[in-house]
């Protein structure tokens, strides 16, 4: 790696989307944290710029609304030099009938390199790889993956923990639902940590079990076991029907407590996607607490997603 942050990458990266980390290598894996690790050292400097991706345009398509992954998007883009243009659905020709690939073959028109697209429907990033010329960058697609969520989740990990061989991580709620839970149980287990699904069986199939995690119904059995507990929001927008009695029992079982943390390892480690719910998955002390890293990990999304960004944006002309 140069000194120069603003091209850091001596890897050789042949990808031209980001679609999910089911995908990627553990090499990959690691060259995108290591790479994010250079970058971050750009956002304590007075002039927060690299010129990596001038000349280059990048394309938010938010068709899901999102306070974190399109502002540090936008943000990561600007600090690489890049041309930023944000789209949004709900103001946008698609209420006159317009499809989702004539709206994004259209801004490809305009000169567009990358496209960062959320999408209520898993596979949308997807079916766009196939239709247009752009990388496309999966930013969260229904219940499926949340790769930049994911790789963020990952570095505010290695950071707190230094490895993940050894390290047993719980992803506690709403997994059935959860695009995060994917993409943190790709990283995870290729980068070798121990896996704990936890939640209520309706949330909680059993049938990842296939995937290489353990799957647990009671939070208290395995809390002590656990180095890092990652709370994954309910996601009632994308359930059918309640899949459990009430908020307040998910809470007595679920919630992240203080009483909860004084039970489990001195250096536990509480993630949380965001948004959170307080009060619901984790509570005000908690989320607020000496172990939350959560502020952290939105610092961390922004070094992460420069990262990817540098990867896909055209530079190795190798890429296919
Ligand atoms: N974690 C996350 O994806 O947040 P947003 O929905 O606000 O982007």
């Known amino acids: 790696m140069t000194a120069e942050p603003s091209d850091p990458a001596p890897f050789a990266w042949t990808r031209k989307h980001l679609l999910g980390l089911e995908e990627l290598s553990r090499e990959e ?39 974190r992954t399109r502002t540090s ?53 997807h079916l766009l790889s196939q239709h247009v010329q752009s990388s496309i960058i999966n930013a969260g697609d229904g219940a499926h993956e949340h790769p930049t969520q994911g790789l963020l989740d990952l570095m505010t990990i290695r950071r707190a923990k230094g490895s993940f061989e050894g390290l047993t991580v ?33 949330l ?57 943390v004084r039970k489990a390892k001195d250096d536990l480690l509480i993630l949380a996607p965001g948004p959170i719910n307080r009060g619901v998955e984790l509570t005000p002390e908690v989320a607020d607490g000496d172990h939350s890293a959560i502020l952290d990990q939105v610092h961390n999304g922004l070094a992460v997603r420069m990262a990817v960004l540098y990867f896909l944006s055209g530079k190795n002309p190798d890429a296919e």
């Not at 719980?170 to 290729?190: E, F, P, T, Y």
């Open 29 to 67: 894996i690691t060259a995108i944290l290591d790479t994010a690790e250079a970058f971050s050292e750009v956002s304590n400097r007075s002039r927060k710029k690299v010129p990596a991706l001038q000349g280059r345009i990048v394309f938010n398509l938010f068709f899901e609304n999102s306070t």
């Open 73 to 125: 998007f936008s943000l990561a883009a600007k600090r690489l030099s890049a041309d930023v243009q944000d789209f949004s659905a709900n103001v946008s020709s698609i209420s006159k009938g317009e499809t989702f690939i004539d709206t994004a073959k259209n801004i490809e028109a305009m000169g567009c390199d990358v496209m960062v697209v959320r999408h209520p429907t898993p596979g949308a990033p």
């Open 170 to 202: 719980a992803l506690l709620g709403d997994i059935a639902h959860s695009r995060v839970a994917r993409s943190n149980i790709w990283g995870l287990l290729k980068l070798g940590a121990k896996v704990i699904l936890c939640g209520p069986p309706t």
């Open 204 to 260: 909680v199939p059993r049938s990842m079990e296939r995937l290489g995690c353990e799957v647990a119904y009671h939070l208290d059995e395995i809390l002590p076991r656990c180095d890092v507990v990652n709370v994954l929001r309910i996601q009632f927008e994308r359930q059918q029907r309640g899949l459990f009695p009430s908020v307040g029992e998910y809470s007595q079982f679920y919630m992240m407590t203080r009483e909860r």
